[in-house]
């Protein structure tokens, strides 16, 4: 691993990255926590439209929640317990950005937030998880789809991140400091979950005939997801034309050196797999969705929905 050299992007950013750093609770889920973003400057950018900031915000936070609660159903099924730990943390990686880019999009514009029953104790953030429907999700569609096995596991969380880890590259010289400094934190992350998920796919592919197989089968059922990944939605365009996010067309090429180099090294050709239709031409990020979310969705939401006014 080389050392980090601190770009001046990164430098400009210091004061929005160490409010995020002031307690390391803030990246666990739950109530009764202070502002995640507290100490943090939220003003929106100059020349920056709040309602598309926070649309845009609630897509790489929506990405983060439902690939995280996929990851974390993998909690105590993993092959051993050094994976069941490994994608337990990458689970928690990602519910940690998750948290903060939900927040951030609630101060950018608070109409996104559901209206709650009075006396709900329940933070913005957790608002937006627990009481929107699933077409107000705004998550791609490769992170919703129920688990299969364990290479079905590893070809996802590859794909997910090598894609992911392009655009937070990009995404800490955004205009916006938050989400600046939330792709600061967030891009050491990511490459770990590349990695891991990377070295797990090139051991699979070498394993045995049938952990081949599975990967090979694996890799051509979520293969029909990995364009729709780079289409670019007129809010992340608008989003990037301000400054403050990233088009994801213009990652495409370095995201896919990167997943050629994994494929090399496993001896795996791409799968020739056709690209999978949206519905009447609309996919996730337009808040359309398979069964699969609706019923992860009912079964992450039931006790904060059963118990609006809980506290625990």
């Keep these: 691993m080389t050392d980090h050299i601190q770009t001046p992007?990164?430098?400009?950013?210091?004061?929005?990255?160490?409010?995020?750093?002031?307690?390391?609770?803030?990246?666990?889920?739950?109530?009764?926590f202070e502002d995640p973003l507290a100490g943090v400057d939220t003003t929106i950018p100059e020349g920056v439209d709040g309602p598309t900031l926070a649309v845009y915000a609630l897509m790489l936070g929506d990405d983060a929640l439902v690939m995280s609660h996929r990851v974390s159903e993998w909690t105590s099924r993993a092959p051993d317990l050094e994976d069941d730990i490994a994608l337990s943390n990458i689970s928690l990686d990602l519910l940690g950005q998750a948290r903060l880019l939900l927040a951030r999009a609630a101060k950018?514009?608070?109409?996104?937030?559901p209206v709650l029953p009075e006396g709900s104790p329940a933070p913005p953030e957790?608002?937006?998880?627990?009481f929107r429907e699933s077409h107000a999700f705004r998550n791609v569609r490769l992170a919703e789809l129920d688990n299969g096995d364990f290479a079905e596991a590893t070809v996802r969380v590859l794909l997910f991140s090598v894609w992911r880890?392009?655009?937070?590259?990009?995404?800490r010289e955004s205009r916006d400091h938050v989400l600046a400094a939330v792709a600061t934190k967030g891009v050491k992350e990511l490459a770990y979950h590349r990695d891991y998920a990377a070295r797990w796919?090139?051991?699979l592919a070498r394993g045995t005939d049938e952990s081949r197989a599975r990967l090979v089968?694996?890799?051509?059922?979520?293969?029909?997801l990995w364009p729709e990944l780079f289409d670019t939605h007129p809010v992340e365009a608008a989003a990037a034309a301000s400054g403050v996010g990233v088009d994801p067309a213009g990652v495409r090429e370095a995201a896919e050196a990167v997943l050629d180099q994994v494929l090399a090294a496993a001896d795996v050709p791409r799968s020739e797999a056709p690209r999978r239709a949206g519905v009447l031409g609309r996919t996730g990020r337009d808040g359309t969705h398979g069964e699969p979310l609706g019923r992860m969705l009912a079964e992450m939401q039931s006790v904060a929905r059963a118990h609006p006014r809980g506290q625990w």
Excluded: K, Q
């Design 108 to 113: 950018a514009d608070g109409s996104v937030v």
């Design 165 to 171: 880890l392009a655009i937070w590259e990009r995404l």
């Design 201 to 203: 796919f090139v051991t």
């Design 126 to 130: 957790d608002a937006l998880a627990y």
């Design 217 to 224: 089968a694996a890799l051509d059922l979520l293969w029909p």
């Design 9 to 32: 992007a990164e430098d400009e950013h210091d004061s929005a990255y160490a409010g995020l750093l002031v307690n390391d609770a803030h990246w666990a889920f739950g109530t009764d």
